[in-house]
């Protein structure tokens, strides 16, 4: 009798902790990332276009629109994200709060195209408080920024390689390749890292320093820790990194 009244209730409780799930993708913006990054996909493709052979520049389109299309995205993220988070509630509650609200517009006004474009020569050095550094320093060691920064532009760059490579089979293909792609990431988390605090500092300049300690406080809280760690796996996910070209 009793595990029956157990499962009953765990079957009861199944909605809404998928709903939570669900609330949680939304309210930290990661449907609106998603977009930001299909913007900075096409106009990757479009670089492209005058430079390849049509068949080959098709070839690319086609390969990227269906590793990166945005339902696809979506889907394997949001997946990442239940399987690798045990109790979203504590982070959902930080992103439907105020504070919360106003750290996702933040970055989301800062990954949009024509705030990318507008610092695509560098972002402007910023000035800050002693404290200020601090809790940006804080906060650096406890966003995975490096990593999702880095798993961004390898997918961006890799575009035309992952056209070439199905075009002609074994071009990029075996040890050598995956080398040399461990070796970009290296290097693209080595730069972005470089500059992380100023970064942080410019995409956060709008939250007061208490506003800041509480972002860090939440950023490096057991919850927290265990948000953004599902978080980086949920990027790749939606990324598919690791898997193969379509």
């Keep these: 009798m009793r595990r029956l ?4 209730l765990i079957c009861c409780a199944l909605p809404a902790w998928a709903d939570a799930y669900d609330q949680l993708y939304k309210a930290a913006g990661w449907p609106d990332q998603r977009a930001h990054f299909n913007d900075a996909l096409r106009a990757a493709q479009q670089r492209y276009q005058n430079s390849l ?5 098709q070839a690319l389109v086609n390969n990227s629109n269906q590793r990166f299309g945005a339902q696809a995205m979506d889907q394997r993220a949001e997946n990442r994200l239940r399987q690798a988070l045990r109790n979203p509630q504590p982070a959902l509650a930080f992103f439907q709060g105020p504070l919360g609200r106003k750290i996702v517009s933040a970055e989301l006004l ?3 195209s024509d705030q990318l474009a507008k610092n695509a020569s560098g972002l402007p050095h910023m000035q800050a408080s002693d404290t200020r550094q601090l809790l940006i320093g804080h906060l650096a060691r406890a966003l995975p920024a490096r990593e999702a920064g880095a ?3 390898l997918a961006i760059a890799g575009v035309a390689a992952d056209s070439l ?3 002609i089979p074994g071009l990029l293909g075996g040890g050598s390749s995956q080398n040399l792609l461990d070796s970009q990431r290296a290097r693209l988390m080595q730069q972005i890292g470089n ?7 410019y995409v956060y300049r709008d939250l007061s320093d208490p506003e800041l300690e509480e972002f860090v406080s939440f950023a490096e809280s057991a919850d927290g820790k265990a948000y953004y760690q599902a978080a980086l796996a949920a ?3 939606g990324l598919a990194v690791g898997q193969p070209a379509p």
């Design 165 to 167: 490579s199905s075009m």
């Design 110 to 112: 800062a990954t949009r």
């Design 5 to 8: 009244l157990f499962i009953l």
């Design 235 to 237: 990027v790749k996910a």
């Design 151 to 153: 798993e961004v532009s």
């Design 195 to 201: 500059d992380m605090n100023n970064t942080l500092l």
């Design 53 to 57: 052979p049509p068949a080959v520049f």
